[in-house]
């Protein structure tokens, strides 16, 4: 049974707030913990661990005396480290000062440059680490698709199905499967003729037989967008499309095309789901996609991603597989931020791509509500983002304060007392400006 997708919704707001502050909690924890660990482990004592702020609700001291502590208000966290003023760890200079040397050296200012340069940096690495584990552990347990292509488990379809769990692919009307299907799968895929039944030849028991079946590319939903136009009209995963105004469908590539051309328009669907017929009317939304080869491309979209009307056997990949494939998604989330926030400021993709904290927790309860694993996946991402976000070399975030230890190691000398208020305070204002302008996306855009 999926825990996360079977908490009632309590029309939605429980499990969206709910939802938000757990993912949002175990992402500070970890970005915290890298700074609490590394600070540690470079001789940096820390008073303090918090997950929260505001007034304390359980709290202790462990035997290194550092007091770790749950506050009411799950929106962040802090390290205090010894000599830290406050839980911006800025430094207290006068206190600091009157330690003896020997404590000094276990402070964040009177540490050497390595340690707090490493401390700092620890923070943003363990969000990437903890969406590197979480791809890895996606892929271990879902396993690639086998080759060659067999069948799994067979989904709900209004039509008739021939085919069994276990089947071997090895034609689809008359024309044979790559062996690989990494690439041609997509061309091969695409030459089937859009009829409603075909016939497979499937390697069943040790021999070839004929069966019959609907197109591979049935219209079916297998993921659905939170903040899409089909989710917000309450669209299912499963749920299969019938006709498009009244013209029927028989494989996703033709709901698609129909989608393009309606432009924006409204659109009446008919689809199905458990046996019924419902129908719904879609209007199309403007989308920037980010490309293969760089940049975005604005298009028509619903929020759906298709399918096939069945799931495909999937075998273990292999740790080293898995775990270089979880590197490789992590790399894709920062480069596709990166490039996100670079065609907003220049004006080539809307600004209202960028969300704030009600969009997010809307994404988070959307996310839960279709199972735990895309709950999961969702935090990976939202842990590289935060990771990512957090080394942008603005001051109050970890990136500003290690842009200052590089002028430290460069200049021998950190930067003054009355240059870092004036950089932290710019700093700090451009933070909020940013939040604000976000959560102005969040209640105005479309």
């Known amino acids: 049974m999926d825990i996360i997708g079977a908490i009632p919704a309590f029309g939605g707001f429980l499990t969206t707030a ?247 328009k409204p659109l009446v669907v008919d689809v199905w789901r458990d046996g019924e017929t419902l129908q719904f009317t879609l209007a199309p939304r403007r989308v920037d996609e980010p490309q293969p080869e760089g940049g975005f491309k604005t298009q028509w979209r619903i929020g759906i991603v298709g399918g096939m009307f069945f799931e495909p056997a999937t075998e273990w990949p292999g740790l080293g597989t898995a775990f270089l494939n979880g590197i490789l998604i992590t790399w894709e989330i920062m480069q596709g931020s990166v490039s996100g926030l670079y065609h907003m400021i220049t004006g080539a993709i809307s600004s209202c791509n960028m969300s704030g904290p009600l969009g997010i927790a809307e994404v988070s309860g959307a996310m839960a509500s279709q199972g735990t694993q895309s709950y999961i996946y969702f935090i990976g991402v939202l842990s590289a983002a935060v990771g990512l976000l957090n080394l942008f070399p603005i001051p109050v975030l970890d990136g500003g304060h290690l842009v200052f230890y590089a002028y430290e190691a460069v200049a021998k000398r950190a930067p003054s007392e009355r240059a870092l208020r004036i950089l932290m305070g710019l700093g700090l204002a451009l933070i909020l400006t940013t939040m604000l302008f976000a959560l102005s996306n969040d209640l105005f855009c479309p």
Not at 57 to 73: E, H, I, M, N, Y
């Open 18 to 264: 709910l939802a938000f502050v757990i993912a949002l909690s175990v992402i500070v924890a970890i970005h915290e913990y890298g700074h609490y660990i590394v600070g540690r482990w470079s001789g940096i004592h820390a008073e303090v661990f918090s997950l929260g702020f505001g007034p304390v609700l359980f709290s202790r001291v462990d035997k290194r005396g550092t007091r770790w502590q749950l506050a009411a208000l799950p929106f962040g966290g802090y390290v205090k480290f010894l000599g830290d003023a406050n839980a911006a760890s800025g430094p207290d200079e006068e206190k600091v000062h009157a330690m003896p040397a020997e404590m000094q050296r276990h402070t964040m200012l009177g540490a050497p440059l390595w340690a707090r340069a490493a401390t700092v940096a620890a923070g943003p690495v363990f969000n990437f680490v903890l969406s590197i584990l979480i791809f890895t552990g996606i892929g271990l347990t879902t396993g690639v698709i086998k080759d060659p292509l067999t069948v799994g488990k067979i989904l709900p379809v209004p039509y008739e199905v021939s085919l069994q769990s276990g089947d071997e692919l090895v034609a689809i009307d008359g024309r044979r499967l790559p062996s690989s299907f990494n690439g041609p799968y997509d061309t091969f895929m695409d030459s089937l003729p859009p009829h409603q039944t075909l016939t497979y030849t499937v390697l069943r028991d040790g021999r070839e037989i004929d069966v019959t079946g609907p197109h591979p590319m049935t219209p079916v939903i297998s993921q659905l967008a939170p903040q899409s136009a089909a989710y917000d009209i309450d669209m299912k995963v499963g749920d299969v499309f019938l006709a498009v105004d009244g013209e029927p469908i028989q494989i996703f590539e033709q709901l698609k095309d129909k989608v393009l051309a309606a432009e924006g």
